[in-house]
Structure formats: structure tokens, C-alpha cells
């Protein structure tokens, strides 16, 4: 159980396009998703925490209008890329709350490449 | 500001041994600790928490052990196998696990054969 699943896996985009990735909880309900963001060689940062039903909660330096969240269902959240460049280039993870033990369980993360 | 440290970016150990992997933070808000075991262009995968309330948790060949007055905490794996080879995170909460993780920038462990 708390399987967590994203799409894509990867993508390639040109500059100034937008690119949205979805994280999907499968077999629970999340009320909370989280999205991060690693860099080669770094640790995960948190870019922003999703709530179902309402706004989402960005960390300091995290441009909200560039990385629209949109939280819509108890297993569905989306994060959305707008007006991409290389610099957005990394891999990003999602990670549910929830399961049987409030643990957040992370998605297998998706690799943006833009050029 | 790095919350959460994980002082040695990598270690080998042959197999059969004990693998130690280190973790330090500074925020005395902290309550709540995960380690996480991650592949390359994988998402990272949960293997053991401890609550600050207490000082050691153990699950099969996986013991985590917290010294709150160090602010440290280290994961134990015993023995190894080469099939633990990988990058481990070690995470940080408050509140427990259901707010944020500040994670450290891992450690990359290889199990020789």
C-alpha cells in the first residue's frame, strides 16, 4: 500500500513552454502532498506544501506564479511549470501524506530538461 | 543555513559489515527523524523513523539511534548487503512526520561484494 505515483517520468521542453506534472496517491486519499525539487548532487527542497481544497503554501524564494500547485482531489495534485527555462531543469519529487502511519511516501519524481 | 547535515557524502563497506551512516541538525524544534534510501531518477523510499521521545528504534537489519543532547543521529545497517547500496537521506520534522522534511544532502553508501 501508499503507492505514489507521478507523470511524466520525464520530459523535455523548449524555453517559454510550460510543462505540468501530476502526482497521483493510489490506493489512499492525501489531504497533503508536498512537491520538492533536487538538484544534482543536493538534497531535496521543498518547494511547496498542497492541501485539498485550498491555496498552496510556497517556501520562501519559490516563485508561486511560476510553479502553479493545483490540489484538486484527495488523489490527484498538480504542479505546473509556467514559461520554463534551462535553469528550471531538475528533478522533481512529490510525496504524499498519508497511508496507515502519516508517513509521507514519495513518487518515483520526474526529470525536467529544458532547452 | 544547512537544518539538517550529513557530514560524509559517501562510504564503502564490504558486505557482511555494519554500515553507519551520520546525520546532525541544528533546530531544537525538531521532533521527528526518517531515514530515506534513494536510486538515481527514483523517488526516495521510507525506511525508518524515531521520534525525539525516544532514543532508538530498530526494524530488522535497520536501527536508527538518536542522541537529542548531540543533536546526532545515525542509522545502523547490520550486515550490510550490496543490495543497500545507494544514496540515504536522512530527514527532519516538526510535529512529526505530517509537516515538512528538511532533508540532508545524503550519503552515498556501496556494499562491496
Known amino acids: 500500500g501508499a503507492v505514489v505515483s507521478q507523470h511524466p517520468s520525464w520530459v523535455i521542453c523548449k524555453s517559454g513552454t510550460s510543462v505540468k506534472i501530476e502526482c497521483r496517491s493510489l490506493?489512499?486519499?492525501?489531504?497533503?502532498m508536498f512537491w520538492y525539487r533536487q538538484f544534482p548532487k543536493q538534497s531535496l527542497m521543498l518547494m511547496a506544501t498542497?492541501?485539498?481544497?485550498?491555496?498552496?503554501?510556497?517556501e520562501q524564494g519559490v516563485e508561486k506564479d511560476k510553479f502553479l500547485i493545483n490540489h484538486a482531489s484527495l488523489t490527484l495534485s498538480t504542479l505546473t511549470v509556467t514559461s520554463a527555462h534551462p535553469e528550471d531543469s531538475s528533478f522533481y519529487i512529490c510525496s504524499a501524506l498519508g497511508g496507515t502511519g502519516n508517513e509521507q511516501y514519495f513518487g518515483p519524481g520526474t526529470r525536467l530538461t529544458v532547452t | 543555513d544547512q537544518q539538517v547535515k550529513q557530514n560524509s557524502p559517501s562510504l564503502s563497506v564490504q558486505e557482511g559489515r555494519i554500515s553507519i551512516l551520520n546525520c546532525d541538525y541544528t533546530n531544537s524544534m525538531f521532533d521527528y527523524f526518517l531515514w530515506y534510501k534513494k536510486y538515481p531518477a527514483e523517488g526516495p523510499t521510507f525506511l525508518i523513523s524515531?521520534?525525539?521521545?525516544?532514543d532508538k528504534n530498530e526494524d530488522g537489519r535497520f536501527t536508527v539511534f538518536l542522541n537529542k543532547s548531540a543533536k546526532h543521529l545515525s542509522l545502523h545497517i547490520v550486515p550490510s548487503q550490496p543490495g543497500d547500496s545507494a544514496v540515504y537521506f536522512c530527514?527532519?520534522?516538526?510535529?512529526?512526520?505530517?509537516?515538512?522534511?528538511?532533508f540532508g544532502k545524503g550519503t552515498k553508501l556501496t556494499v562491496n561484494p
Open positions: 530527514a527532519a520534522s516538526v510535529q512529526g512526520g505530517s509537516e515538512k522534511l528538511v
Open positions: 524515531i521520534s525525539s521521545i525516544k
Open positions: 490506493d489512499f486519499q492525501a489531504t497533503t
Open positions: 498542497s492541501n485539498e481544497g485550498s491555496k498552496a503554501t510556497y
